[in-house]
């Protein structure tokens, strides 16, 4: 006996009405992005060097095309520059960038220490072991004079404060900004000759937090930002254009 299908129902092979089909591989631009992303954060790109566009494809063993789009969407995130007859440029962070960068970092942060001072109050301190085990981790890094693993270890604290709060949104808006305050960090690195003031700050932090009081963890986080935007601004001039 045979059936008959309806005219208005989906072939058996095609996705129901609603559905998105998944996707096999993620694009060759995209996978350049991260790498050009990542490259910028850890300082193999770093401020103020050029991007040149067929160099770049001949190292990755792709095409210029998608390495063309690649530079175009960190131009959009504001990581690098095109300077008219010039080229691509990694972007330098003066003064003025570095404050907002940290403005923004305290508009999320703050909203995260919050949240998890509260959890604190209700639930106990469990909820910042994480925290603490990177703050270890930070301790040892400073002590070693790493300064490379000092930066990455500040972001990853905060970045499991942040994940503490249990906000899918906040987290997302963090990670937004992790690549450009992993420059500002580049830049911070003179403004700590003595590494174990900002573990010291960091330790801060977390007992603030623990304490389980929202208003005393704002404060801190508010002193622990300030502080390193006031370092970098005695530091960090606002830039010009790239050298003729």
Do not use: K, N
Not at 47 to 61: F, S, T
Not at 69 to 97: M, T, Y
Not at 105 to 110: F, G, K, N, P
Not at 183 to 194: D, N, Q, S, W
């Amino acid at each position: 006996m045979s059936v008959t299908r309806s005219r208005d129902a989906a072939p058996p092979d095609e996705p129901a009405v609603g559905a998105i089909a998944p996707i096999a591989r993620r694009t060759t631009v995209s996978l350049i992005a991260e790498r050009l992303r990542a490259g910028i954060g850890d300082g193999t790109f770093p401020a103020g060097e050029q991007l040149g566009e067929a160099h770049l494809a001949e190292q990755l063993e792709v095409s210029r095309g998608p390495v063309r789009e690649a530079l175009q969407r960190l131009i959009q995130e504001g990581l690098l520059i095109s300077h008219p007859h010039r080229g691509v440029f990694v972007v330098s962070l003066g003064a003025a960038d570095v404050a907002d960068v940290h403005l923004a970092r305290r508009a999320v942060e703050t909203a995260a220490v919050e949240r998890v001072a509260d959890a604190v109050r209700r639930d106990g301190g469990a909820v910042l072991a994480p925290a603490r085990a990177v703050l270890d981790q930070l301790a040892a890094a400073a002590a070693e004079d790493d300064w490379p693993a000092v930066a990455d270890l500040d972001l990853e604290l905060h970045h499991a404060l942040v994940t503490a709060a249990d906000s899918p949104r906040l987290s997302r808006m963090y990670a937004t900004l992790v690549v450009e305050t992993r420059l500002c960090l580049g830049a911070l690195e003179p403004a700590y000759p003595v590494r174990a003031e900002l573990v010291d700050e960091h330790a801060e932090l977390i007992d603030a937090v623990a304490t389980g009081d929202a208003a005393i963890a704002r404060r801190v986080l508010e002193q622990h930002l300030g502080d390193g935007v006031d370092r970098l601004a005695a530091r960090t001039p606002d830039p010009g254009s790239p050298e003729e």
